[in-house]
């Protein structure tokens, strides 16, 4: 049986896909963490604020949920989606904070015509490693910090949003763990049938095989007893000629 066939109607339960530590949007995520808490350190004020806890937990749960909605997404699709949207929700959270520090403190929010907004966007695009940023974060004024956060934000955002349209995709074609499940299980059952259905014609394959060679076994053996008669009645023929001729 060609074992390659065997094989044809195996369906992964378990849902293959990217470590959580090699997507780009984890470690992007991960560097606005740490810049955000570097930020509230340096710029908001320790006590009697808010916005503190709220921005260093918006962007811990961004990063958190990409982390869980990786791991389950190994056997709910769903979840996953559910995770996904909580870490872009948290995300954009973040945003709103950095544009509401800009604003309130009557900084200016770099757009496409600022001479450094170009570079930055190049810079922030290419790096996605806390150790290309920290050594900056002490020395960056708010409102170069709070630009190059934002502008993390809305990366983080659009990869987010490309991911779950990927993801959502994905859903529609394969289903989630309930439809991986079943076609495992059809898979199995028919790849089971298979084998009974080659390992039935096989067997009728070596009775016909068998039956032909106890024929032939059986006239073999019916024209050796033949041969056998034939002589043994020669040889008594034979006898009984020399014992005529003994009498005379």
Same mark, same amino acid.
């Given at each position: 049986m060609d074992k390659q066939g065997s094989g044809a109607g195996k369906r992964r339960v378990l849902r293959a896909g990217a470590r959580w530590q090699d997507l780009r949007l984890y470690q992007k995520s991960d560097v606005l963490y740490q810049l955000t808490y570097i930020f509230c350190e340096r710029f908001l004020p320790k006590y009697g604020d808010r916005t503190v806890d709220q921005m260093v937990q918006a962007a811990r749960s961004c990063k958190q949920n990409i982390v869980?909605?990786?791991e389950d997404g190994k056997t709910s699709t769903e979840m996953e989606l559910k995770l996904l949207n909580v870490a872009r929700a948290s995300n954009n959270e973040l945003r709103e904070d950095y544009? *509401?520090?800009?604003?309130?403190?009557?900084?200016l929010l770099w757009t496409p015509d600022h001479p450094r907004y170009q570079k930055m966007q190049d810079f922030t695009r290419q790096h996605? &490693?806390?150790? *290309?940023?920290?050594?900056?974060?002490?020395?960056? &004024?708010c409102e170069e910090f709070a630009n190059t956060a934002l502008t993390l934000c809305y990366q983080v955002d659009a990869m987010l949003n490309r991911y779950l349209n990927n993801l959502e995709k994905r859903f529609v074609t394969e289903g989630g763990i309930k439809e991986r499940m079943y076609a495992a299980?059809?898979?199995?059952?028919?790849e089971q049938d298979d084998k009974m259905t080659s390992l039935i014609k096989e067997n009728c394959e070596l009775k016909q095989q068998l039956a032909t060679l106890q024929a032939a076994y059986d006239d073999l053996k019916q024209r050796a007893l033949n041969a056998y008669n034939e002589q043994k009645a020669r040889i008594v023929e034979l006898e009984n000629k020399l014992n005529l001729n003994?009498?005379?």
């Open positions: 869980e909605g990786s544009k *509401d520090f800009i604003n309130t403190h009557n900084l996605n &490693s806390p150790d *290309d940023y920290l050594p900056l974060a002490s020395k960056w &004024s299980r059809t898979g199995y059952r028919k003994d009498n005379r």
